[in-house]
């Protein structure tokens, strides 16, 4: 047990909570040890107030006797030295000595207690087995507890512990002596959660008094901080942290409230001049002077910052938060330099200097003592911005002291110096045995050159390695550009442009343009120091061209480069190299003409538009292009120029005066809510990132040049675009250049040189692609139609085109076309050629002289200068062929079949078309130039028989089917062979007419003769059109032969309808007779001979007739056999009737059923077995055997319902079977056709069923 001491208390972590301990001193020594071994074994949770979260805390305690001094007096705010609990000891077991003497003593301690107002206490019971052994008489434990309970717990039964035999190892002892352990911890947590409860509302009221004329932050301060203390001694670093955390934030605002006007009184005494600046103390856990001087308020600003940094510093590092350390000492310096300039605190120059730089150094060097060399070596990034500021911090000292000077520091430099480390004061003991402190580095590095140089580059190049190692390179290249300053100042240009060249890759890849130009002038100074005038006139080119110096200062370094170029040659190679970029800027070149492909020898034109950067006019006495020629390959065609655009011009792109880098593309974004359209999200987007993202080491900047480029030799004999003594002003200038074009090929601009006397300004890639084609074109003539489609019969217009290339047309050359009968050529005296020139400007017209004979069309030309073009007209006439082809095999309306003509047509759009060669023989050429034009037929002709009984009618249909209207006239029909008994009388009405567009004409006439009918005729339509707009002069002929054969009509076919017996008319549902009539009009003739069979039966010839009754309508039903086979006899007007019963299956005007006639011919095979007309033709689903046949659409000739079979299925294969043919059109008149029967319903008058036709 500690016995209190009047001493002074020391404020350290290993500060105890106290615990005052009263009765029975000789019993608690005994239990001392063990208590304060088992109090903080195991954790409490500490509930606290206003909702702050529940920690689990170790308790410890300060066990010391009691003694009423030890008791807070009034206004007492001290909590360290506070007790938090009372106990009394006592194992008395005798209810006497209880009485006598225990229980007095009691209550005086209590009394006490209620006088200063504590109440927290414990009494503690102590029983021994030894003491029950002695004494037989005594009562029970419990009595006494139970009396001390009843004389002093009467409300807190609680207060009073028994502990039995603590210091024995049985259950019993053990389980007391937990359970006393477990209430001591309980009823320390609660004495801390009330004091510190009333000390914090306490210290709340103070601060909200804040406002009051007399209150002061050193007072508050020091209420606080003992708060602090309490939770540091309860290791709860955490919230120790945070009162200083809102000490440190209620300061700064008072500081930034002073600089807005706002001051506060108590502000007065931290604006006293400062007199020491000797720097942070962090290896004391409290500076006591500091701490004393704020106590005092008699602090300045920079000590009452170094003390709460301090502290600030000790509690991370109990945090294991090192590197925060680092962050907010940064922070500090910087304000704490802030916050003197807003208190308007006088401070001797440099002396600011000074305490940061061994500041800096102090939370450098106590971070290495808390770290391994490997941690520090990870978080480079945490201490490097310590080490860069105290490296500006000592070179600000060294320009103040005279240490970086040429000469070295004068007397006045020394007096600043002696001045400097007098408010340093004597070195703290703590760091007086490192040989590295802080204070011996300064000291050292103040005294002398030489020192100041070393420590200078130390700290330097440590900060530059520690940026390198954690790929900071731009701050890196910062500290270098600092040393850069400080070599140039010592008379060092060599080593200070190395520093400078690696500063401006940042500036030139971050688009940094003032810091770019104020660095290159460093570097401009460097290379005219080291006469490096390669390098020199390049940057002073730079310099010369940037806008962000003054007209002097560019004016100047452009006087340097031409006085340069003015100078006589010294040795072989007098011409040095600059970039273009810094001399003038590309903005666009434009052909002409715009298309930039011309023939060979054209006169082609390249007119450049650039913006010179100097600022006084320049006088080029060369600007010439380097041009790439590549031969023209054979079978290769001029490719589009991607970088040219229609209008001939080729844009540059605009570079940036500080980087090649493309300019930041930046758009809005935002988000809305679906529900409301309410603004979600806002934000920005770089459209062009992928560009931006790219790496810049790797790539070299036009605006500067890592090498310079190399001179160009000028030979007069390269293929090169030239300007000679051009005055280059400032600003905009054009420049016009005749380009070279006597070979044919691709010209490439490659390279830009401008010479001004011994300086060359070169570009040595010109971007984008600049390219122009120089092209030999051979002689080519090309025929094509005026309009869409030419038709034929019609004089129609075909345009000649000849480019004459290479070649000129001399006097006598001449087109020679082969004449054909099918497509003469037209022409009269008024026809004109003109001439155009390459660009499609009217050269000149001149008349063309035609001649034509038997064979040849000769066309003289007029005279045609090279790359030329020649055009004319000539009228060409197709003849249509009187026998056109048509489109396809077509059903004429009488069931005829037109078959496919062989001729050199072909069809589109229903249109035939005949295709004409023309050979035409050049006089470039000892080779034919066949020419196919295509000529489109407008009209579509058909022809078809119709018969009426014995007459017979020829119909033909005219169809235009070209666009254009046609007027036709003089329709006439003749009989090629000029047969006396035959006649065709025309049943047209009108002579003329108008056939629009896809609309057809149909024209009649009736055939009579006289004797026998013709077998067949050789017919010709003919008629005269022409548009329908031109004058009857306009009319050209057109015919159309063809063929009718089997004129004559062989059968009759009628057919009547008969009700049923004993009814007037046919009614649905009930049977009716069909009977139907097969009369043999005429006998054969020898074609019908030809195509019948026939066949004799006693001296009777007959012919075998298929017939068919279909009805394709379904308003029939056929009952019984629908087909049959009948034989006729070869007679005239021999007729064989055949009846069957059909039935009506509606109501109505009905159409009769369709009755058609086959040719029956039977095979006189031997093998052949005659079958049984009446079986075979049984069903109604009659074979048709001849499949050719069949397919002709004849409407006399339609097959039957039902599949198709052989008649001979059961036969075996390879027996021949019979067959039926077809009659030809108008060979059998069927007089049924459009007759109708009336039919009436039937009985049932519920439905009735009505079919009109």
């Known amino acids: 047990m500690e016995t209190h001491e009047e001493k002074p208390i020391i404020y350290t972590m290993e500060n105890k909570p106290i615990v005052t301990c009263a009765g029975d001193q000789n019993l608690f020594t005994a239990l001392y040890s063990s208590l304060t071994q088992q109090l903080p074994r195991e954790p409490m949770e500490w509930r606290r107030s206003y909702g702050r979260a529940p920690k689990m805390i170790y308790l410890e305690a300060n066990f010391v006797q009691f003694k009423e001094e030890l008791l807070p007096k009034e206004g007492n705010k001290a909590l360290l030295t506070f007790p938090f609990l009372h106990i009394y000891w006592t194992d008395c077991c005798d209810t006497e000595v209880y009485k006598a003497s225990v229980k007095e003593d009691m209550q005086r301690w209590q009394g006490v207690l209620r006088l200063h107002g504590s109440v927290d206490w414990l009494i503690v019971v102590v029983e021994s087995d030894n003491k029950k052994k002695n004494k037989t008489n005594i009562l029970p434990r419990t009595s006494i507890v139970d009396k001390i309970r009843n004389d002093f717990c009467n409300k807190q039964s609680d207060r009073c512990v028994a502990l039995s035999d603590p210091l024995k190892e049985s259950s019993r002892s053990q389980e007391s002596w937990s359970s006393f352990l477990t209430k001591l911890r309980t009823l320390l947590l609660m004495s801390f959660t009330r004091n510190l409860g009333r000390f914090e509302d306490e210290m709340r009221t103070l601060r909200e008094k804040r406002t009051e004329p007399g209150w002061s932050f050193c007072d508050y301060f020091m209420v606080q901080e003992e708060l602090a203390f309490v939770f540091e001694m309860l290791q709860q670093f955490e919230d120790a942290l945070v009162q200083y955390d809102e000490l440190d934030a209620l300061f700064t605002q008072y500081v930034l409230n002073f600089g807005a006007g706002d001051g506060a009184n108590w502000l007065g005494s931290f604006c006293q001049p400062v007199r020491s600046w000797n720097g942070l103390l962090l290896r004391r856990p409290i500076d006591m002077e500091k701490r004393d001087l704020i106590q005092r308020g008699e602090a300045s600003l920079l000590d009452l910052r170094s003390y709460l940094f301090s502290r600030q510093c000790t509690l991370l590092i109990f945090l294991q938060r090192p590197w925060e350390v680092t962050a907010r000492a940064l922070e500090l310096l910087h304000n704490c330099v802030q916050e003197l300039r807003l208190l308007e605190v006088s401070v001797v120059s440099g002396a600011l200097d000074c305490w940061v730089f061994l500041s800096c150094l102090e939370v450098l060097h106590r971070i290495e003592g ?686 009547e309808i008969r009700p049923a017996a004993g009814e007037q008319h046919c009614r649905t549902g009930t049977l009716c007779r069909l009977e139907v009539s097969l009369t043999r009009l005429t006998e054969p003739n020898d074609a019908d001979r030809s195509d019948e069979e026939f066949s004799e039966t006693e001296g009777l010839r007959t012919s075998r007739l298929m017939y068919e009754v279909i009805d394709n309508h379904s308003n029939w039903a056929v009952c019984g056999k629908s087909s049959g086979v009948v034989s006729m006899p070869v007679a005239a007007m021999a007729t064989h009737k055949v009846q069957m019963e059909i039935m009506p299956l509606f109501a109505g005007q009905l159409p009769f059923p369709n009755i058609r006639v086959f040719k029956y011919l039977p095979h006189h095979a031997s093998v052949v077995i005659q079958p049984d007309t009446d079986s075979c033709l049984e069903n109604d689903s009659l074979s048709v055997l001849d499949k050719a046949l069949e397919d002709q659409a004849d409407t006399a000739s339609l097959r039957s319902r039902g599949s198709v079979q052989s008649l001979g299925e059961q036969q075996p294969r390879g027996v021949p079977m019979p067959k039926r043919q077809a009659f030809g059109p108008g060979q059998v008149f069927n007089g049924t056709q459009g007759r109708q029967v009336l039919v009436l319903p039937g009985t049932d008058h519920h439905v009735l069923e009505v079919n009109v036709t």
């Open 370 to 1055: 808390c770290c391994d060399r490997s941690q520090l070596e990870a978080n480079f990034s945490h201490t490097v911005g310590l080490w860069t500021y105290a490296t500006e911090k000592l070179k600000s000292l060294g320009d103040l002291c005279g240490l970086v000077s040429e000469n070295g520091p004068n007397s006045e430099d020394l007096n600043k110096t002696v001045d400097l480390l007098a408010g340093l004061g004597a070195e703290r003991p703590e760091t007086a045995n490192s040989l590295q402190s802080p204070y011996k580095k300064l000291k050292e590095a103040l005294s002398s050159v030489e020192a100041f140089e070393k420590h200078y580059l130390e700290l330097s190049h440590a900060a530059m390695e520690m940026y390198r190692a954690i790929g900071r390179l731009r701050s890196a290249r910062l500290v270098g550009k600092s040393l850069a300053e400080f070599y140039m100042r010592k008379g060092d240009p060599q080593s200070a442009e190395n520093f400078l060249l690696d500063s401006l890759k940042s500036y030139v890849s971050e688009s940094w343009s003032l810091p770019l130009t104020h660095t290159r002038r460093q570097i401009a100074e460097c290379q005219k120091q080291l006469q490096k005038m390669d390098e020199y006139l390049q940057t002073s080119a730079l310099l010369a061209s940037d806008a962000n110096l003054s007209d002097e200062e560019r004016k100047h370094f452009c006087q340097e480069i031409l006085t340069f170029a003015s100078q006589t040659a010294e040795s072989e190679d007098p011409r040095v190299a600059l970039s273009m970029s810094s001399f003038t800027q590309l903005h666009e070149l434009r052909f002409r003409p715009a298309s930039a492909l011309v023939h060979v020898g054209a006169v082609l034109q390249l007119e450049l538009h650039l913006c010179s950067l100097m600022p006084v006019p320049v006088r080029v006495e060369q600007l010439a292009a380097s041009v790439h020629f590549a031969g023209e390959q054979p079978g290769t065609t001029a490719q589009k120029r991607a970088a040219q655009n229609p209008d001939g011009t080729v844009t540059f792109p605009a570079a940036s005066p500080v980087s090649a880098s493309p300019a930041l593309e930046l758009c809005e974004i935002q988000e809305h809510s679906p529900s409301d359209n309410a603004l979600n999200t806002a934000g920005v987007v770089c459209k062009n990132m992928h560009l931006l993202m790219r790496r810049h080491d790797s790539t070299t900047s036009l605006d500067t040049p890592i090498t310079a480029p190399s001179a160009l030799a000028m030979d007069d004999g390269a293929q090169m675009l030239k300007a000679h003594d051009v005055t280059l002003l400032p600003g905009n200038n054009s420049i016009v250049f005749t380009a070279p074009s006597q070979k044919p090929g691709t010209y490439t601009l490659r390279q830009l040189c401008a010479t001004v006397g011994r300086v060359q300004f070169v570009l040595p890639h010109i971007y984008p692609v600049v390219q122009y084609e120089v092209y030999s074109q051979e002689p080519q003539l090309t025929i094509q139609p005026l309009t869409e489609n030419l038709l034929a019969g019609l004089p129609q217009q075909v345009k000649f085109t000849i480019l004459t290339g290479h070649y000129r047309v001399k006097k006598g050359d001449a087109l020679q076309l082969s004449n054909t009968d099918s497509m003469p050529v037209l022409h009269s005296s008024t026809c004109t050629a003109r001439i155009l020139s390459s660009t499609g400007e009217l050269v000149g017209e001149s008349a063309l002289s035609i001649q034509s004979s038997e064979k040849v069309t000769s066309i003289s030309l007029p005279l045609t200068p090279p790359y030329h073009t020649l055009e004319f007209l000539l009228d060409v006439l197709c003849h249509i062929p009187s026998s056109p082809a048509r489109v396809e095999s077509e059903h004429l309306t009488n069931g005829q079949i037109s078959h496919r003509a062989r001729s050199r047509a072909r069809f589109n759009s229903g249109m035939a078309v005949i295709d004409q060669k023309v050979s035409v023989d050049c006089p470039w050429s000892i080779y034919s130039t066949l020419v196919s034009l295509t000529f489109h037929v407008p009209f579509k002709v058909k022809h078809s028989l119709l018969s009426a009984g014995r007459r017979k009618f020829i119909q033909v249909c005219l169809q235009n089917v070209s666009d254009t209207n046609f007027k036709l006239t003089n329709q006439t029909l003749a009989e090629n062979q000029h047969t006396p008994s035959l006649e065709l009388l025309s049943l047209n009405t009108k002579t003329h007419s108008v056939v629009f567009s896809q609309q057809c004409v149909f024209s009649v006439w009736e055939l009579q003769w006289s004797g026998m009918p013709p077998v067949s005729l050789q017919c010709v339509f003919s008629a005269s059109f022409a548009p329908a707009d031109a004058p009857d002069s306009a009319l050209k002929p057109y015919s159309y032969e063809f063929a009718v054969e089997r004129v004559s009509t062989l059968y009759s076919v009628r057919a």
